[in-house]
């Protein structure tokens, strides 16, 4: 008789454990979410268009990754042309770190959420890097998510972005035009 008090005592607290870490492994909704609490961007780049990035979608679940946006915009009297459609919006961006990836339209991306939003396969552009034309006043803006570049998870902490813009065709550029640096730096933090 007290073999089997002592088994059955065993067994609900061996249940309990189980049921305990099956609970934290099966709540998707929270576990891996990535919340952005800040993004910082750089200092204006000398060129004729003006950068602003801004949280569009703070928290990340399983329907969709934290997200941001980035927007370019004319505030010249001029047309401008630039290099770099995609780049400018941080599109299929890689973090300075190497860890973190912002993708966003148009692609056809390796992604899935398995308890986080990852990357599953490469990137997989098509390396072209096409040139926009600002008319006065224009605004050029994308949205991109934030992926973990690999099968795990992103950690908390600060992850810098960073491209270089060339100023082709303007009344403010020389025959060589205009290649300025400018980016970024988001803050998340990782529920586990």
């Known amino acids: ?18 049921s305990d870490c099956l ?3 099966g709540d998707d ?22 950068p602003e990035v ?5 928290v990340g679940d399983k329907q969709s990754p934290a997200s941001i946006r980035v927007a370019w915009t004319n505030e010249t009297d001029d047309t401008v042309t630039l290099s770099g459609k995609y780049q400018m919006i941080f599109t299929a961006q890689t973090s300075e ?5 912002l993708l966003g339209e148009p692609g056809n991306w390796n992604v899935e959420f398995d308890g986080c939003w990852h990357m599953t396969g490469p ?10 034309t600002f008319e006065p006043g224009e605004v050029h803006q994308g949205t991109s998510g934030i992926y973990a570049s690999d099968e795990s998870c992103l950690s908390s902490g600060e992850y810098r972005f960073k491209i270089s813009i060339n100023e082709q065709d303007s009344p403010h550029t ?8 400018w980016g970024f730096v988001l803050e998340i933090v990782v529920d586990k």
């Open 97 to 101: 770190e190497g860890n973190v990836r």
């Open 123 to 132: 990137i997989g552009t098509d390396g072209a890097y096409p040139s926009i």
């Open 1 to 18: 008789m007290q073999r089997r008090e002592i088994l059955a005592s065993g067994s609900v607290a061996l249940s309990t454990s189980v």
């Open 23 to 25: 609970g934290y492994f």
């Open 29 to 50: 909704e929270k576990r891996g979410s990535v919340r952005i609490t800040e993004v910082s961007p750089d200092p204006q780049p000398t060129l004729s268009v003006s």
């Open 54 to 58: 801004s949280i569009t979608d703070a």
């Open 174 to 181: 020389n025959d060589q035009g205009v290649t300025d640096w």
